[in-house]
């Protein structure tokens, strides 16, 4: 009884609850892409638990992992104590690593999400700098913790919050569509890579002590907005040389999504700490941060938790790890978003509502706008999420699970799993193209 369940939950969750209000089905089968509902319809998903399942779900290799462990009558739970599934897990990952911090890398194990890992990054380079300021930038995403939610940009989330946290001193995230100094393009990347150079080296410029920079290579719940590979180098550069650690946060952009295996991997630079989630547990919770061994300045008892060791996440990790190389799915999620970029930017020269479409690999946006509006500067047209939601529920009519970001909610973000095939990506864009035009009436 789906509409038993729904009301049920409604009635008795928190307020605060989001997917549950917008996509109203009661999943209870899953295979790959596609998700069954207690009604017997089926949906393809183009969120993947917020990009969590890099092989969507119930991947055969993942369940064999995980029932590898409950067979052996492994224990589940051993706080940070060692098993022989994160001895594997361990390897996978480093084998998996940019050549430099396989070679000299250190892993720590944190709580489960995301927002525990950056929590753990911070702590980390204000312990080994001695420094307590953090360069964040607009629009970023880094979880809903204290000290992640002072390091993001939207304001509804810490309003509640802002004597607890600490707020990052903020700059400019190189969003070309949107452009945070009117110019657009190119010029966007260029003029924000400046600002921030002079800014550090002023000394009324404000940031106190800097302790690191963290930063998304594509910026995910901001809109997906994949920051310039030169602008990438930039931010390396100018850190490096000013003895500024850099944090970047692949939570989400992380195991081969972007179309290589680390969205840094692209632009050939490698952070001072790696911050990862989401699909580094194989779907199960498990988050870690990965750094140069300089940093490792923790005494022992530092930085604790009590789920920091799931031997299932364990499992699950090392196996989807191993896929991923395996098979090479950073290449295929690099080609299977080439093409769905080109489709979306052929359905947008049809449709005046899209007003941006970008992305990396299998992370991409599709930035809806009023269409008859007058452009600005840069060429944007106002946001419509009104319309962005109208979209999203006509997707799920149609039998597809598209999810909102950005600064407006006015971006449909899809985030297929890797594994998605030819045919499901030529029914995704089907599906989408249909539900764009309907909405637009
Ligand atoms: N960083 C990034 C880039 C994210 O996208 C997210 C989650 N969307 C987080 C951190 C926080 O992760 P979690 O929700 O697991 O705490």
């Given amino acids: 009884d789906p509409d038993g369940v729904l009301a049920r939950q409604a009635a008795r969750e928190s307020a605060a609850r989001t997917y549950a209000r917008t996509f109203r089905i009661v999943p209870v089968a899953a295979s790959g892409m596609t998700v069954t509902g207690a009604d017997g319809r089926t949906y393809l998903d183009c969120l993947s638990g917020a990009g969590t399942l890099a092989l969507g779900h119930n991947h055969p290799v993942v369940v064999e992992a995980v029932r590898r462990v409950v067979d052996r009558g492994a224990p589940w739970h051993v706080l940070d104590i060692a098993t022989p599934e994160k001895d594997e897990f361990t390897d996978a990952l480093f084998a998996a690593l940019p050549p430099g911090l396989a070679r000299d890398g250190r892993v720590h194990f944190c709580g489960p999400a995301g927002t525990d890992a950056v929590e753990a990054a911070l702590k980390l380079v204000r312990t080994a700098t001695g420094r307590s300021g953090v360069l964040a930038f607009t629009g970023a995403y880094h979880g809903m913790t204290a000290g992640a939610l002072a390091a993001s940009g939207g304001v509804a989330a810490k309003a509640p919050m802002s004597g607890a946290a600490a707020e990052a001193v903020r700059l400019p995230y190189p969003y070309a569509y949107r452009c945070p100094f009117g110019l657009g393009g190119d010029a966007t990347a260029r003029v924000s890579a400046t600002y921030v150079e002079r800014l550090l080296d002023d000394p009324n410029g404000g940031v106190v002590e800097p302790a690191g920079m963290v930063l998304e290579a594509?910026?995910?719940e901001g809109g997906v907005i994949p920051a310039p590979l030169e602008w990438l180098r930039h931010m390396r550069r100018a850190t490096a040389e000013r003895g500024i650690p850099l944090v970047v946060d692949e939570v989400q952009t992380g195991v081969?999504?972007?179309g290589t295996m680390w969205a840094v991997d692209a632009a050939g630079i490698e952070p001072d700490v790696l911050v990862l989630s989401k699909a580094i547990g194989g779907s199960l919770p498990m988050a870690v941060v990965v750094y140069?061994?300089?940093?490792?300045?923790?005494?022992?008892?530092?930085?604790?938790?009590?789920f920091r060791g799931n031997t299932l996440a364990m499992a699950a990790g090392a196996a989807t790890l191993r896929h991923v190389l395996a098979e090479r799915l950073p290449e295929r999620a690099a080609a299977l978003g080439e093409r769905l970029l080109g489709e979306l930017r052929t359905l947008q020269r049809q449709h005046p509502c899209i007003g941006d479409v970008r992305g990396r690999g299998l992370m991409i946006g599709v930035e809806l706008v009023e269409p008859g509006a007058q452009p600005d500067a840069c060429g944007a047209r106002p946001a419509a999420p009104?319309?962005?939601a109208a979209v999203r529920?006509?997707?799920?009519?149609?039998?597809?699970?598209v999810e909102l970001g950005g600064r407006h909610d006015s971006v449909l973000r899809l985030l297929p799993p890797l594994v998605m095939t030819d045919e499901e990506a030529g029914s995704v864009l089907d599906r989408l193209a249909e539900a764009i035009a309907v909405a637009e009436r």
Wanted: with cysteine.
């Fill in 218 to 220: 594509v910026q995910g």
């Fill in 256 to 258: 081969g999504r972007t």
């Fill in 292 to 306: 140069a061994a300089h940093l490792d300045t923790w005494a022992p008892g530092a930085h604790t938790g009590t």
């Fill in 386 to 388: 009104g319309l962005a």
């Fill in 393 to 401: 529920a006509e997707c799920l009519r149609r039998g597809l699970i």
